[in-house]
């Protein structure tokens, strides 16, 4: 244990010494910050309508209660706004004839908002009255990617700091003598999977408290960050293991995000049918985790159900890279 | 032209030997397998909503029933509607109710929806139903396409943008600083110093480099992707004007730092912000001004147009990759001129 616990307050050292260490566990919580600060501008967005100023008062006030209204002077500067990259339809006087001017190639969902605004404005009687009722905090899918990926990408600083620590050692030789030590590769690798999870948890816990204040629950956090633990000593293992310098750890790093990070988010986008073919992989039942922790029950089997088939997965995992990295990890002697 | 040359030659296999190039075929192969088996190409990004039609009249469950929506998404009661609600938090229950005065809709949410926003879902509501009600529908107004109406891009087909924009065209920008810091260790910038070479052919060489990978790269990843039925003058320009302004402004970035660990938050942080306009890309009314100032915004953009081309007039697109290139390049020049091939001095 005191050896452990001296590997541990080195790590500290070298994290305080080379930037790229501090680096990822402050970047996931500015990012974190960033995404708090202009996610609620993203989600209120609605419709935008260019408006020439001909159109008279009576209209603009009107459609100023559907969307945000641009006005311009002439016909042609509204066209021109209508041509645009953004989808914003125009609104435009016509020899006396309200036109509504599409570029051809919005989404359908802006075209139909359009006519309906259109048609809600300019008619004589309204149909119905409506009333709202909100039954609870907000999700939008766009919400549930941003914050999913930010608390996994927490989760795989955690193994990727640790797995610089690694190369660190081994770029500076430092693992020779640590091999001929009483340490051992088996305390090495728990050391290193130790730090990992300090780290994890801290960014991860500041992420989450960030972007989601107090209306989660800490300790299913804590569980799922503890169920994580063998998942992200595969992470540590993959990058510490296969790289042998900053540069091949950026080129691991840069193969390792797509699969950790990415194929969990393409699964949100996948028919229910076809989630089976993300089943073997531990990150889809961790992202399954978190989900549940952040946006509730909408999710493949239940907490519990993913907590079990993460840790068994990762275990599998852990198994497999471990027999692939032993011998990169540290020089014969060290097991 | 010589120097030029022989520079390009060594780049070209420093980079083909670094290990870098090898996560770029895997990442290729990989873009190509998800776009092709994993993203469907008829998702849909939109709110999902539950309707509960309460009146004798059932016009709304008429309605939405016509609109194609599954039994799944047509409840039988008002508790019913809150419990899909609160089981999918990013949906919206409609309970319509019609006593015979006239019709009421309620609309059940999660968190905050703007007033605009409410009246936009209501009068959406509204449009279809006016007929049932003898209310007259669009008659005062007119619609005009400027060009004629495109066909919606398949959604894996619908990827390929952001993936040509964020991966392929950007790969210059994180491979300039790993071939800077490479020649930095090992010397080689000190030994450049002193040969007659020149930073013109030092810069060039390098975004010729990154330009021929991208290019071969983008193409590569679009014709199993979208089709081999492309236009090839505009997108070969737009990816090779892409990539070296990429290029350029990497070489810029990297100058300032001696290896990648300090060049990381910087690099990293710079290649986020990079990929906001994707949001705009996704959610197409977003579009505040800061994002448009953003050089991938117009290129995202623009690669769309060029791959599936709905009339729109690229010129301009040429004309701000063209001088993004020129400027970069000069940028570029100084940086290294007076920064690069002066340090250590």
């Not at chain 1, 992420?207 to 800490?218: C, D, H, P, R, V």
């Not at chain 2, 039994?71 to 006593?99: R, T, W």
């Not at chain 2, 071969?216 to 090839?232: A, D, E, H, K, R």
Request: aromatic share 10%; hydrophobic share 50%.
């Amino acid at each position: 244990m005191k050896a452990i616990l001296n590997l541990l307050r080195q790590d500290l050292a070298t994290a305080l010494r080379d930037n790229i260490v501090l680096y990822m566990i402050v970047s996931p919580l500015l990012l974190a910050l960033l995404v708090r600060l202009f996610l609620p501008s993203v989600e209120a967005t609605g419709l935008t309508i260019a408006l020439s100023g001909q159109v008279g008062d009576d209209l603009t006030a009107a459609l100023e209660d559907y969307a945000v209204v641009e006005i311009f002077d002439t016909d042609e500067e509204v066209v021109a706004r209508v041509e645009q990259n953004d989808a914003v339809p125009g609104v435009i006087l016509e020899e006396g004839e309200v036109v509504l001017l599409f570029e051809g190639n919005e989404p359908e969902a802006i075209i139909e908002a359009g006519k309906a605004v259109l048609t809600a404005v300019t008619a004589p009687e309204r149909l119905f009255e409506y009333e709202a009722r909100s039954i609870g905090e907000s999700s939008s899918l766009f919400r549930e990617i941003l914050i999913l990926s930010l608390i996994m990408l927490a989760l795989l600083l955690g193994g990727v700091a640790s797995g610089f620590n690694i190369i660190d050692e081994k770029d500076t030789r430092a693992v020779s003598a640590l091999a001929v030590t009483p340490l051992g590769l088996h305390r090495y690798i728990i050391a290193r999977t130790l730090g990992a999870v300090i780290v994890a948890s801290l960014v991860t816990t500041g992420t989450a408290l960030i972007l989601s204040g107090t209306a989660i629950n800490y300790l299913l956090l804590t569980i799922a960050i503890a169920a994580s633990t063998l998942i992200i000593a595969a992470l540590t293992l993959t990058v510490g293991g296969f790289a042998n310098n900053q540069v091949s750890a950026i080129a691991v790093i840069k193969v390792l995000m797509p699969i950790y990070l990415a194929l969990p988010i393409v699964s949100l986008f996948v028919p229910e049918r076809w989630q089976l073919i993300f089943y073997p992989l531990p990150n889809y039942w961790q992202f399954q985790m978190l989900r549940s922790i952040f946006f509730g029950p909408q999710i493949t089997g239940s907490f519990w159900m993913a907590l079990l088939l993460t840790l068994l997965l990762s275990w599998a995992l852990l198994l497999i890279m471990l027999r692939m990295t032993r011998g990169r990890l540290m020089p014969a002697g060290g097991g | 032209m010589r120097r030029f040359l022989s520079l390009f030659m060594q780049d070209l296999v420093v980079v083909s030997r670094n290990a870098l190039m090898w996560v770029v075929v895997g990442a290729l192969v990989v873009i190509i397998m998800v776009v092709l088996f994993l993203i469907p190409a008829d998702y849909d990004l939109e709110d999902t909503y539950y309707f509960y039609d309460a009146s004798k009249t059932g016009y709304l469950e008429e309605e939405a029933r016509r609109d194609g929506l599954e039994d799944e998404f047509i409840l039988g009661s008002l508790e019913e509607i809150e419990e899909a609600v609160q089981a999918d938090p990013g949906s919206i229950g409609i309970y319509f109710s019609d006593s015979g005065e006239r019709p009421q809709i309620t609309i059940l949410h999660y968190g905050t929806i703007s007033d605009q926003n409410l009246n936009l879902i209501a009068a959406a509501l509204e449009e279809p139903l006016r007929p049932y009600y003898d209310l007259e529908t669009g008659d005062g107004y007119r619609v005009e396409y400027l060009r004629p109406f495109s066909a919606p891009v398949p959604q894996n087909q619908n990827a390929v943008p952001p993936l040509l924009a964020f991966e392929v065209i950007v790969l210059g920008f994180l491979m300039a600083a790993v071939l800077l810091f490479q020649e930095k260790a090992d010397g080689v910038n000190r030994a450049y110093r002193v040969t007659p070479g020149g930073t013109s052919p030092y810069i060039l060489a390098k975004g010729a480099v990154f330009s021929l990978i991208g290019l071969f790269y983008g193409l590569l990843m679009i014709m199993p992707t979208v089709g081999v039925s492309l236009n090839y003058p505009a997108l070969i320009l737009a990816l090779i004007l892409g990539c070296f302004f990429y290029t350029c402004l990497g070489l810029v970035v990297a100058a300032f730092f001696n290896n990648i660990s300090e060049w990381l938050f910087v690099g990293i942080a710079l290649l986020m912000v990079n990929m906001t306009p994707i949001i705009s890309y996704g959610w197409p009314s977003f579009s505040p001004a800061w994002i448009t100032y953003i050089p991938s915004y117009p290129i995202i953009f623009g690669l769309r147009e060029i791959l599936f081309p709905t009339g729109r007039d690229l010129t301009s697109l040429y004309i701000y990759l063209a001088a993004a290139a020129i400027l970069s390049y000069l940028l570029c020049h100084l940086v290294v001129h007076f920064k690069l091939m002066r340090e250590g001095r």
